[in-house]
């Protein structure tokens, strides 16, 4: 089994692209670690996984944490433990037009997407740097890499996260630790259906070259490979998982 032995802490693992990252890991014989705000979300999530991965050996446990409140991440890191794999995938993702744009929405979006994910890798990272391995994955966002109008925050707080990923890169690499992002193009979760609206997702995944939006799974499943050591060479890498859209 590809991750026996392997802990893998994964933020917002209690719905959409983390719950099916948290469902691979499984599969491969991992103990997953989900995050969530919403307990209800998190045992069902954990049944969800259970049973999709049953007889390998994984397992999963929900850990309640909310990645837009600092003393949460610190609590999230103490119950966490040591991880060996860790994916920042809890994201805030409203939209406004930079005119429109208030206050209280900004301070969410990069206390959620740059600061929770910053702090937690810095309370988790020591482990695996004194194990001399472990493995990192940021999920950012295309709209990190182009004009979006109505997006100006969230692609903000992802080109951040981006940032982030080759400075840790830079900083991990000689402890035997691998950082990395993955950067979906529109991915038809309930989750960002529900915030930028159904059609629009389907509209944005109509206009990248392979003419649609992706799964969860697909994302999930480039995810999964970073996390292991199948990627042992690659760090500092962004792999764009957006249908062609930021290559053509
Ligand atoms: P989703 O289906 O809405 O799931 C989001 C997950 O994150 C849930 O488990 C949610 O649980 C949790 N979460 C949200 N805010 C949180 C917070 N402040 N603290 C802790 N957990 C939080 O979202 P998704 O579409 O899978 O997106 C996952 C990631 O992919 C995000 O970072 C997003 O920016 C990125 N992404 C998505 C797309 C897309 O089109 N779907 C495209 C590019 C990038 P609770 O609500 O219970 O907290």
Do not use: H
């Not at 969800?48 to 999963?60: L, Q």
């Not at 035997?176 to 193009?185: A, D, E, T, Y």
């Amino acid at each position: 089994m590809e991750f026996e032995n392997t802990t893998a802490l994964i933020t917002g693992g209690t719905a959409g692209i983390g719950e099916a990252t948290a469902i691979l890991l499984a599969r491969g014989g991992a103990t997953v670690l989900i995050t969530g705000r919403d307990p209800e979300r998190g045992a069902a999530a954990v049944a969800a996984i259970e049973e999709a991965s049953g007889g390998s050996g994984g397992s999963a446990r929900y850990l309640q944490a909310d990645l837009g409140d600092l003393a949460s991440v610190r609590r999230l890191a103490e119950q966490a433990g040591p991880v060996d794999v860790l994916v920042n995938n809890a994201g805030s993702f409203p939209t406004a037009a930079t005119v429109d744009q208030d206050v209280a929405s900004f301070e969410e979006i990069f206390d959620t997407n740059v600061r929770g994910a910053f702090f937690l890798t810095a309370a988790l990272v020591p482990s695996m740097l004194a194990r001399g391995s472990g493995s990192i994955v940021n999920v950012t966002t295309m709209a990190a890499q182009l004009g979006m109008a109505g997006a100006a925050v969230y692609s903000a707080s992802k080109a951040a996260l981006a940032s982030l990923t080759r400075t840790w890169a830079a900083e991990f690499s000689a402890g035997g630790v691998r950082v990395n992002s993955v950067s979906p193009g529109p991915t038809a979760t309930a989750g960002v259906m529900a915030v930028w609206g159904e059609e629009t997702i389907r509209a944005i995944g109509a206009g990248v070259p392979i003419g649609r939006a992706g799964t969860a799974d697909e994302i999930a499943e480039t995810i999964a490979f970073l996390a292991s050591d199948r990627a042992s060479f690659v760090t500092g890498a962004t792999i764009n998982v957006d249908g062609g859209r930021t290559a053509i």
